[in-house]
């Protein structure tokens, strides 16, 4: 008899098999013809829930990101640390990890793909932008940011940090390289921020 799932969780099981593909033998190399028949479901079962490959990876990526956007938001909610430690913690992390694995993410930027590009870069804002805003409210209320304008700053700050990671990604493998941006954006941030030097309480880059 032909067990029939709940959608949900045959979208969920497609994805984790996906991303278990891709993480093992690569994107490139992964079919669909693979994924389903790892599954043991029939192809159009694929194409209910997604058009393509391409479309998979959105969805692993996506999936990635929400989960680290949680992780990244529980951090900003510990009671114990003041806005600085938490928008250094946040910055240091979206830029060391770049929101998803190495493999998949530089398939992202080798693939110049623009539509794609664009909606990774909506999430990522979806998802980071409220998180910061409140670290930053935090930060003035507690007398160490003096900022006017929390959210337009926040805007304007994401989307450098998005389009400066797009360009550079691809050298973070290089741990001078990554340490000297990390250092940069954390000189930029103080100066933005309008900090005191006296106040910092944690760096980037130790």
């Not at 032909?2 to 045959?10: A, T, Y």
């Not at 190399?29 to 997604?50: P, R």
């Not at 870069?121 to 304008?149: A, L, M, S, Y």
């Amino acid at each position: 008899m032909r067990i029939v799932k709940d959608p949900k969780e045959r979208k969920r099981e497609i994805m984790d098999m996906a991303a278990q593909l891709f993480l093992n033998k690569g994107y490139e190399e992964t079919s669909v013809n693979m994924i389903v028949e790892q599954l043991g479901v029939a192809k159009g079962t694929f194409y209910h829930y997604f058009k393509s490959k391409e479309q998979i990876l959105e969805a692993v990526l996506e999936d990635y990101l929400d989960k680290y956007a949680e992780h990244v938001k529980a951090a900003s909610e510990n009671g114990s640390s003041n806005a600085y430690e938490k928008l250094m913690f946040i910055l240091k992390n979206i830029l060391s990890n770049n929101q998803g694995p190495t493999h998949l993410t530089k398939h992202v930027e080798d693939n110049k793909n623009a539509r794609l590009h664009q909606v990774l870069d909506e999430k990522f804002h979806e998802r980071f932008n409220p998180i910061i805003v409140e670290v930053i409210k935090q930060g003035i209320d507690e007398g160490i940011f003096k900022v006017g304008h929390p959210e337009e700053i926040t805007e304007i700050l994401l989307l450098g940090i998005r389009a400066y990671m797009h360009i550079h990604i691809p050298k973070f493998g290089n741990q001078q390289y990554l340490i000297r941006k990390l250092q940069a954006l954390e000189e930029l941030f103080n100066k933005v921020l309008d900090m005191d030097e006296k106040i910092y309480a944690i760096k980037l880059v130790e």
